[in-house]
């Protein structure tokens, strides 16, 4: 397979303009969105399971750093702005800026870098071979939860061990499956793009 510089969307639009970058962005906002929505509580925990990592995981690696960022920063925009387009959570409502500077508004900060930090090196090629993709989605997860963990543990006035419960123990297997799957699943794009492009 030849390495390709620079993100899968620029890959495949090279030429992009000024409204199918907008496109792009309200795409992954509603992209976004919904794998939010797909939230199942955990008890004792005001941090749902979500597809939302995902959504960052993809959206990151995909998009580049600069439409990465720019998507992920619009969406919390949008969702501070009164869009209910967050994470359910026990807590707060899933909209409003109460959510950001909430118990949860770390993992949202979290994603944010993360998606800034996997659309660096997407745009430096680490997706497109599954012993570097791997490597750049956990650091991507690490950076979401460093920050999610953090925020909790002091908005919630609570000792590591309890923080560590509510807000890591009961992700650990989802986020393992999250990024084994993307990171198997991005080469393989990359390799039919890869033929189709040489062809």
Known sequence: MSMHSGSLRATVFPRSTALTEALFVVGG?????????IAIPVPGSPVPV???????????TTYGARLGFITFATYILAGVAGAPIFAPSA?????????LVGATGGYLVGMLIAS??????????????????????????????TFGLAWLHASLDLTWAATFKAGLTPFI?????????????LPLVWRKISRSLNR
């Open 91 to 99: 807590t707060a409502a899933n909209h409003g800026l109460d959510r």
């Open 116 to 145: 800034l930090l996997l659309g660096y090196l997407a745009d430096r090629k680490a997706d497109q071979k599954f012993r570097t993709s791997f490597p750049a989605l956990l650091l991507g997860d690490l950076v979401i939860f």
């Open 29 to 37: 906002i509603g992209f976004i969105s919904l794998l939010a929505q």
């Open 173 to 185: 297997l989802g986020e393992a499956l999250k990024i084994a799957i993307t990171a198997t699943s």
């Open 50 to 60: 979500t597809g939302q990592t995902l959504a960052v995981l993809l959206i990151g």
